[in-house]
């Protein structure tokens, strides 16, 4: 089924011109060889010239989507990106992720799309020449590593690798889990524990993210975890024995690492939701559209009321979603700071929201939900894995809870409601 969208009244210019466009490429260059784009979902045996066609189909469509000009839409234009502002970035968003998988062919792909942002905001210009601009033209890959086995990831002040200064280097000792991309990547931004007593505007053990490159003595990849059932995956345990790299790897200044962290989680919140958005509206076409055809017990799915319930419970999810997200990219616009507490409660509830859709996509398809012939299967993982990354549902909720206590002691109470 293909996107089915006109201009929203009241939207800016810009914005419904970036929806359609996309909607309208997604439509002729993605929907019709899906199939063949992503061919490593397909549940039987995948011959070499499947691969190789694949690929070669992949590469002339980031030719296409380059040629339209909706290249990299998180990225500033004078880094070749879109430029887009976030209300517009989040739209886009909405109708990339229809197609699973396609904001890869936009050139936008976690981790490297977060850590570009970083590098565009904090980075030297030695370190732009030197990883930001092969990773913006794909000649560089790359992970972000915080995450820890050993200490609570959900809270991050809790982390235990150090890098301490020597000379002119620092020598970096950890281990870190759940690195994602790390089979594929050149280097790592890894948040470390700085000890350097002597650094300017710092105290001793600092968080701080240092640029490793993957192949530096001492970094060990211990594994893919495999996740959901699957032997392997690209999200690494990885050692940090005794590993070391020029001072000049600190990626903004010494003991700026959780704010650059934030940084990068707090917009990545905001796109990963819109994200989910527009597989939420995927599956919820496919449950339409099943309820509209499918007959048992002599009448149509359409015609069953608890079927209409899946519908309009699923209507609801995601137009509250979708509202929740909007209004989140529309305060950051603003430079509003009251987004902070948006965004948690967007993390919070959208990818909650996703499951509950796909869920019931997948009861109205019976067995062919859970088949690899639909992508159900895995946005329902997908959906499921949200609820941890980027901060679990928990951590979220105590800050959306503070917050608004906070307000209603400085007795503005009805703040929100602006
Ligand atoms: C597929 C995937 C990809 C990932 N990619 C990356 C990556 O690229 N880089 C990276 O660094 N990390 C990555 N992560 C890790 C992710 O960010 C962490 O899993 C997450 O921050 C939670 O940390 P944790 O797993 O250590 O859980 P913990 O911190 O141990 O928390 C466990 C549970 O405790 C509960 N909890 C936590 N705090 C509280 C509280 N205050 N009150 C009540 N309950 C609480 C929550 O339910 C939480 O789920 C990835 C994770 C997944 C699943």
Known sequence: MPINISPIPDLPDHVNDVRLRTAAFINQEILPVEDRLFVGRRGHSITDEMLADSKALRESVKVKVKAAGLWAPHLPQE????????????YMNEILAY???AASLFGVVAPN?????IL??????????????????GTMQSGYSMTEPDNAGSDPRSIKTTAVRDGDDYVINGHK???????EADFFIVMCRVEDPTAEGSRSGSMSQIIVPTDTPGVEIVRGIGIWGSRSSDHCEVKYNNVRVPADNVLGRVGQGHEAAQDRLGAGRVFHCMNSVGQMWRAFDLMVERALTREVHGGLLKDKQFIQGFIADSYMDLQTSRLLTIRAAEMIDRGDPRARTEISALKVYVPAAFHRVVDRAIQVWGAAGVSNDLPLAAMYLGARTLRLADGPDEVHKILIAKNVLHSYERGESWDFAR
Do not use: C
């Not at 905001?121 to 092969?134: C, F, H, M, N, V």
């Not at 889990?177 to 089979?183: A, E, K, R, V």
């Open 79 to 90: 880094y070749g990106g879109m430029g887009l502002d976030f209300l517009a970035h989040a």
């Open 120 to 137: 565009v905001k904090y980075g030297t210009e030695d370190q732009k020449q030197r990883w930001l601009l092969p990773l913006i033209d």
């Open 177 to 183: 889990w759940f690195t994602s991309n790390g089979l």
């Open 113 to 117: 799309s977060g850590n570009q942002k």
């Open 99 to 101: 197609a699973l998988g």
